[in-house]
């Protein structure tokens, strides 16, 4: 929104407010899963519509931006710190996707978790699952497992379950798209796969997510729009053709795990834990 | 080992068999988990044992070959019959890895099944998953189902879940590598994991295998060897890096699904249902 707002060539405060609404529409149609987009486009959307001139606006967004990230990597500091006390001396943790600064901008939130009491010099060990569709977990969390000196093995993701069942997973860490006012979460494709897998085998299953991932106008998590995309995702890796051409796909982005699968919600205002419903109300008031 | 058996060149019965021996004794240590592999190489071996001159042997090996192979398509067919009695019209059935012609050497497993039902007339469509790390489902189970003209979507394997909680499987159906006297199954690695989540959906999963993958002298599906395979296949994709140099992997191809989480055990001599002890030892008699 910032970046958007400074390419504006208008003096109008009219002009400039029908401009950067265009900005706006621009980045909500990018992906609809995720909470935090839209907590961040609105935030800067009233900035945008509280100022007097655009130069003022302009300068007030940068400075809304900077104030996000800094308060982003706040947040996930202050959740990792919480996480930390979950996670004992010795511990293998099951992680999906990647939940690190290159997807939060910030510290991390399910590896921020685990970074935090590797930190703290527990003897913490990750599995990291590849992430199909898109290689998360192969692509970004072991690179950052990698540079944190963490030691880990990647698996498919379809190896999780026979890892639980053998005992070699203590908790499963997951980070959150969108969490609803239920407790439900939207998450990455798999990770509702891995919520069931945990539950059959007794193991702790944690989300991760900062506040602005909770979204309390939705009473339950199956309104979380999905996001589908393209199927040459699941057809193609790295552009490398895996199936026979025409062959169709299901490619749905995210998955949502009902909250009777969560043991505890992590967030930077503290650890909640059922009924989600009134710990998420707790942690959302006056934010 | 009748192309082993060809390739002797010796008239001497002694010789003969020490050089079989070999060749048995090379294609038994190429893969440690599957069942028919040991079956049929014993078969051979006990033929070329009970021959009297090479010549001899080396016919009598080529015949047996045959005979295996013929079988082979004969049990396929009887217990996709069998097992097409569980699809009913308009079923979405979700299937795992490769069992069909291609795997089978016949008319396909689980896959058989499926084709059975479809020629039967029933409206079947599949979902496919892709089967990491050596994309079987994408592969070549897309390719036997788009050449049998059966509609069907592939997923990633992580997506299994979601499509369990929409209600959109009807029941899971996988092949076997090696079924213990307990039941307890050995197939591609993350059936357990499907195993695991059609329970929790009371969705029914059946087990697809003929006779000679039950192994009577295993008490304990736990006591069957699961093949760890190399690390690049999870690394790399058809020769392309997925994950940084260095990143350590596990690479189980198989797991272990246990006899509670499977609804019936598809054969050439009929449906084993629980408690299967009784039912393996009676479709393995005089076997």
Redesign the interface.
Known sequence: MALGALKIRTESRDEFLKQIKEVNRTLAATRPTARNLFWAIDRMQQVAEAGNDPKQIKKALVDEAVNIHSEQIEADQKLSQFGAGLIEDGFTVLTHCNTGALATGGYGTALGVIKRAHEQGKKVRV?A?????L?QG??LT??EL?RADIP????????????M?RDEVDCVIVGADRIAANGYTANK??T??LA??A??HGIPFYVAAPTSTIDMSLTSGYQIPIEERSPDE??H????A???E?????N?AF??TPSQYITAIITERGIIRKPYGEGLRGVTKNA
């Open positions: 599995i699952t590849e992430t199909r569709p290689l192969a692509r072991a690179w990698k880990f093995k990647l698996i498919t993701d379809s190896m999780a379950g026979h890892f069942s494709i798999g509702y796969t069931v897998l539950n059959a699941v057809t890796i790295q552009g490398v895996i199936a026979p025409g062959t169709e796909v299901f749905p998955d949502i």
